[in-house]
């Protein structure tokens, strides 16, 4: 029972790091020209998006793009 209580401290601790990462995300010119037209073109759907680039999930797409056009667009 132990074991299982220091995986799941574990796995929290993964998830705590990879949420700072991912405010720090940086995308490549094409990858924001990308997103854009695909935005463009399939909306919200960033699991559709993340599919068109290698590497990439739809939660960082969606991060990247709600903090790029949030701020009253």
Known sequence: MADTAHSSD???ANST???SKDSKV???EDEETLITR???L???RW???AGRIPGRTAEE???YWTSRH???D
């Open 10 to 12: 574990h796995a929290s």
């Open 61 to 63: 797409i969606q991060n």
């Open 26 to 28: 940086e995308f490549s």
């Open 42 to 44: 399939v909306g919200e």
């Open 70 to 72: 949030s701020s009253g």
């Open 47 to 49: 699991s559709l998006i």
């Open 38 to 40: 695909m935005y463009n």
């Open 17 to 19: 790091e990879q949420s």
